[in-house]
């Protein structure tokens, strides 16, 4: 069964405090891992999608990295902005489901 | 540009009643679903159609039906509700028919409360 572990699940930083968000992952023959922003009260927004192992794609502070195993969320010199519940989630191709963490939220203080 | 739109925001039940959950696109996606989050879970599956004209059940699927009444709008309907169904409930769509790897794009949920 595919399994999506998020930690931690808080994290209060500085502004401008960089730190990592990670989720470790367990599927048959990953299709996809997705990021996801959800602030409170809204729905989830989607921010990355990474593929396989070694890819990395990046959005204003925020950069996404995979291996086979995790992905991190890590996030440079971060903004009271920047506040949100980050959603990880990944698509297995041994079964059609989506299979969401149970998020990780961050808390930037000024 | 609305994205999705979930009708109502808030809504109060008592046991046993029923009610319909609205959701609509105007992206012309393929693929809609409807999920429910509870504190300390994962967002959670309930159906989803691939394409107009079909649902499939999800993870969680008891006690509740839906229909895609055309491209553009999915409705999620809880004939007898009970507090296990207290929740925030989430449509989403998606480009790809099935559940492929395009990103889904979320509305910002209905607070459903059943005393």
């Known amino acids: 069964e595919d399994q999506v572990t998020q930690s931690p699940e808080a994290l209060r930083l500085q502004e401008g405090e960089s730190s990592s968000l990670n989720c470790s992952y367990t599927?048959?023959?990953?299709?996809?891992l997705f990021w996801y922003r959800q602030d409170p009260g809204k729905g989830p927004e989607f921010l990355f999608t990474?593929?396989?192992a070694g890819e990395e794609k990046e959005k204003e502070r925020l950069k996404a990295t995979l291996t086979k195993k995790e992905s991190f969320l890590h996030i440079t010199a971060p903004k009271p902005e920047d506040s949100a519940t980050y959603l990880c989630?990944?698509?297995?191709?041994?079964?059609?489901?989506?299979?969401f963490g149970k998020g990780t939220k961050l808390t930037v203080n000024p | 540009n609305a994205g999705v739109t979930q009708t109502p925001k808030f809504q109060v039940l008592k046991t046993g009643q029923s009610m319909t959950l609205q959701c609509a696109q105007d992206?012309?996606?393929?693929?809609m679903y409807w999920y429910r989050q509870d504190p300390g879970m994962g967002l959670r599956l309930i159906y989803y159609?691939?394409?107009?004209?079909?649902?499939d059940k999800g993870e969680v699927p008891n006690g509740y039906n839906v229909s895609r009444l055309n491209k553009r709008e999915f409705s999620l309907r809880l004939e007898s509700a009970a507090p296990s169904q207290t929740s925030v409930y989430f449509c989403?769509?998606?480009?790809?028919?099935?559940?492929?790897?395009?990103?889904?794009?979320f509305g910002n949920g209905t607070r459903l409360t059943v005393t």
């Open positions: 159609s691939a394409s107009e004209g079909t649902t």
């Open positions: 990474l593929y396989s």
């Open positions: 989403a769509s998606s480009e790809e028919r099935g559940q492929g790897t395009s990103p889904l794009h």
């Open positions: 989630a990944v698509k297995g191709g041994g079964s059609e489901k989506l299979v």
């Open positions: 599927v048959s023959g990953l299709r996809g």
């Open positions: 992206m012309n996606h393929n693929s």
